[in-house]
């Protein structure tokens, strides 16, 4: 069974910089895009960023181009959102998940994780 175990989320001020990390088990993710999608109150979860495992091959939502990176450390089966610039909009429950696929999608996603939340203050 896979589980992805989120970690890194907080409180920070506009233009700081936070660290996600998303810790996976439970299967072999060589074929596997995975990724993060994130939700804020009263809004539709959305698509953030995603990794394909073995490719490297990364997408990012165009509202994050730019200011997050997601990178793999293959050693530990964990991957990173490295966050940069955030913005009061950024706020919301921020998921790890795991699909099928190059991109990581609604459609695609097999596995979610618990969420950690961000908080960005202006």
């Known amino acids: 069974q896979v589980q992805l175990v989120e970690s890194g989320g907080g409180l920070v001020q506009a233009g700081g910089s936070l660290r996600l990390s998303c810790a996976a088990s439970?299967?072999?993710?060589?074929?596997?895009?995975v990724g993060w999608f994130r939700q804020a109150p009263g809004k539709e979860r959305e698509f953030v960023a995603s990794?394909?495992?073995?490719?490297?091959?990364?997408y990012y939502a165009d509202s994050v181009k730019g200011r997050f990176t997601i990178f793999r450390d293959n050693a530990k089966n964990t991957i990173h959102l490295q966050m940069n610039s955030l913005k009061p909009e950024d706020t919301a429950l921020y998921y790890c998940a795991v699909g099928s696929g190059v991109r990581l999608t609604r459609s695609s996603v097999n596995s979610w994780g618990q969420g950690t939340q961000v908080t960005v203050s202006s």
């Open positions: 439970g299967r072999t993710f060589s074929n596997y895009a």
């Open positions: 990794i394909h495992w073995s490719l490297a091959v990364t």
